[in-house]
């Protein structure tokens, strides 16, 4: 160690009143002397103050699978270990291993602000810079959107949005992503970014969005701007059987020491914490289930001593006394590191360089071990790699749109704004499409009765706890309905909130409003974003509380006004959504839903060969298929694949035949089979089906069962005996 680090090593001296201190540091004196190394206090700090002891106490027997009273040596034997006053430590250390603290201090000169983070640059090429190639990619993807010619709208917001993007040298930053989306296209992997990137005229030509900017009233700021100085969001949904392609991609072309998965930090919430308190301090198996299984998620991150009784227990207790005490102060408290669901970080030089890593569960894979809200505040390059059922299930009814009856569709090509699509949903029937096929959103359509894309928008994020929580649905119906009179009370209100119907829906709004109303900055907005994701686990969101009242009332808002604006922040709080990810889910929506409309056939074949997903069982999807006439045919030995798909009926209309997928109890591997060796040669009986597969009586009595050897043996009763 001494060769490794030279003059950059110490001896730490821990006195921790453990009755040995005097003869611990007479021998590490001792040990400087001969191996020639200074001496410093160390505190061995485990807890910010002394009475934090009782939750070290029980974290470590946490930690260590064990109950507090059966933890013995594994617990230190006094509360020393925490951050002691320059007074106390006076007493206890002599002056020069104090002073060596401070030499050690003083010989630092590391900042964050000396991380230099550099975008990966072999995605230029050599005959490139970052600015001209971003610029003839989006040129060329500008005349393929347009073919008859580009609108001088649109030119004039490219040319907005790349000097924008050139100034603050993000570039590199849309390259990348474009890469990956470039890949996934080349392999016919359906994709389909969102984020704050949703609204830019350059993502849509580049490919990484398919929302038109002529469908959508946005501006570029508010992705990306000057003030805030990080990175627009760029999230990309892929097809969630084919994501770990472009996952494998992304390792391939950087490696696994440039490119890594984000960490996610898991926090204590009520009942995991009622769950290992109770174990560590002894309860039972039984005890332990029915005080986690008596909180209910209404009751947020409070424990009610009402809970403790329902379970059984008396709050009074002085077991149950201490429970109480160590899960409130645990809650909130993380609890381990997971990593992020996609969101990978790839950089030019060694990740290790620039950010703590380490192995994830599956070889060959990294993890950062910081969380998104670090990794913005140093800047670094984050991509959401995303899996999507409905993406998945999008792209398969386009291909058997096309092996039907040769019509080829995209999601930029699936005719817009279409009259009888906005019918069907203004009905209600929605089963099966994206994000409008739940209850809630069922009964919300014939009230809202969306005409166009930006109704869509509004619905996607209007049946969310934020705008519901927030008293902003009811409001916005009203006027919507012309039952309520829309007014502002300014007009820097009104360009905000103008679209809305003066409600604010949006997490962009309520940033918007903050400026605009309140007079706060741009970061200042950025920081109440972050405090109302997190306030509910956290808190945070008090010092916003009077500076936006005083705000507002300081530029002559109502008090009424102000206080019912923070109403509605602290309801996001509770999940809003950003109109970006709206608009990019309303596409889906709408694309799912003209498919319903005019291939019923084939959206349902493709839900049911992408199962599980969505709210609705594959039986349920058939029942709707056929209350809206289509023909659904069951699994036939002779004519069934593995998965559903389409027959003509006898007027070419295409009908819906199931797929061994739906016998239940049947492998894949045997359905597969089956389909296989049948080749052009039907089976003619269940003996030579049997030679021919080799399947066991388990497989045989499920496809009885289902009557897929109807064309065999008769009726399925009569199959299966």
Not at 522 to 533: K, Q, T, Y
Not at 646 to 674: N, S, W
Request: charged residues 30%.
């Amino acid at each position: 160690l001494r060769e490794t680090f030279r003059d950059r090593l110490w001896i730490a001296v821990e006195l921790l009143a453990d009755g040995r201190q005097r003869d611990q540091l007479a021998r590490l004196r001792d040990e400087g002397r001969r191996l020639k190394l200074p001496l410093v206090a160390s505190g061995d700090v485990h807890m910010h103050c002394r009475a934090r002891r009782v939750l070290q106490d029980a974290v470590t027997a946490i930690r260590h699978g064990t109950t507090v009273d059966r933890a013995g040596f594994m617990l230190y034997p006094n509360g020393e270990r925490h951050l002691r006053s320059l007074e106390v430590l006076q007493r206890i250390y002599p002056p020069d291993l104090l002073e060596e603290t401070v030499r050690i201090a003083d010989a630092i000169d590391f900042s964050l602000d000396e991380l230099r983070y550099e975008y990966p640059d072999e995605i230029v090429p050599d005959s490139d810079t970052p600015t001209t190639y971003l610029r003839r990619l989006t040129e060329e993807g500008m005349r393929k959107r347009w073919p008859q010619g580009v609108p001088q709208k649109v030119v004039r917001l490219v040319e907005h949005e790349l000097e924008l993007i050139g100034d603050l040298g993000y570039e590199p930053y849309f390259l990348t992503v474009y890469d990956i989306v470039a890949f996934a296209r080349s392999q016919d992997i359906l994709c389909q970014g969102r984020g704050s990137a949703a609204n830019s005229a350059v993502c849509f030509c580049l490919g990484i969005t398919e929302v038109d900017p002529a469908r959508m009233e946005m501006l570029v700021e508010r992705f990306i701007s000057k003030e805030r100085n990080e990175p627009p969001d760029i999230d990309v949904d892929f097809e969630h059987e084919r994501r770990e392609e472009v996952i494998q991609y992304i390792y391939g072309k950087y490696g696994r020491e440039r490119a890594a998965l984000a960490a996610t930090i898991i926090c204590y919430r009520p009942r995991s914490a009622l769950r290992d308190i109770g174990k560590v301090l002894g309860l039972s198996d039984l005890q332990v289930g029915r005080l986690s299984r008596s909180m209910q998620w209404w009751d947020g991150y409070k424990v009610d001593d009402s809970r403790i009784l329902e379970a059984g227990l008396s709050p009074d207790s002085p077991l149950i006394k201490r429970l109480l005490y160590l899960v409130r102060e645990l809650i909130g408290f993380p609890r381990h590191l997971s990593q992020h669901v996609g969101g990978f970080v790839i950089a030019n030089a060694p990740l290790y360089e620039l950010v703590p890593v380490e192995n994830a569960a599956m070889p060959e894979r990294t993890v950062i071990q910081w969380e998104k809200d670090d990794l913005e505040e140093l800047g670094l390059l984050k991509v959401d790699i995303l899996g999507l059922g409905m993406l998945t299930a999008i792209r398969r009814a386009f291909d058997l749109i096309h092996g039907f009856d040769g019509r080829r569709y995209t999601l930029a090509t699936v005719p817009a704004e279409d009259p009888l699509v906005y019918d069907m949903i203004c009905d209600g029937d929605t089963v099966g499409v994206f994000q409008i096929e739940s209850r809630a959103q069922m009964a919300m359509l014939p009230r809202l009765r969306p005409r166009c894309f930006y109704d869509l928008v509004i619905e996607v994020a209007i049946i969310r706890p934020g705008p519901i929580q927030g008293d902003m649905v009811h409001p916005y119906l009203r006027r919507r309905n012309g039952e309520e009179a829309v007014d502002y009370p300014s007009e820097e209100v009104k360009g905000v909130l103008q679209r809305t119907l003066g409600v604010p829906i949006f997490q962009e709004q309520v940033m918007a409003l903050a400026v605009a109303a309140a007079g706060f900055t741009p970061g200042e907005a950025d920081r109440l974003r972050r405090a109302m994701a997190a306030w509910k686990r956290r808190g945070g969101l008090g010092p916003f509380e009077d500076k936006l009242i005083d705000g507002m009332r300081r530029r002559g808002y109502s008090e009424e006004f102000a206080r019912q604006i923070f109403r509605q922040i602290e309801g996001f709080g509770e999940y809003g959504f950003p109109e970006s990810h709206s608009a990019s889910f309303a596409l889906l929506v709408y694309v799912s839903c003209w498919l319903k409309c005019h291939t019923p056939a084939a959206f349902t074949c493709a839900l049911l060969n992408s199962q599980p997903m969505g709210f609705y069982s594959a039986s349920q999807l058939v029942q709707d298929l056929r209350r809206h006439g289509v023909e659904v045919r069951g699994v036939d030995i002779n004519r069934s694949g593995w998965d559903c798909s389409l027959e003509p009926d006898e007027d070419g209309a295409a009908v819906l035949r199931l797929g061994f997928r739906m016998v239940k109890r049947l492998p894949e591997a045997a359905g597969h089979a089956i389909a296989e060796r049948r080749g052009t040669q039907a089976y003619g009986s269940t003996q030579q089906l049997l030679e021919r597969t080799g399947l066991d009586r388990r497989a045989l009595e499920a496809l009885a069962s289902a009557g897929a050897l109807k064309t065999l043996e008769g009726q399925r009763h009569q199959a299966r005996w």
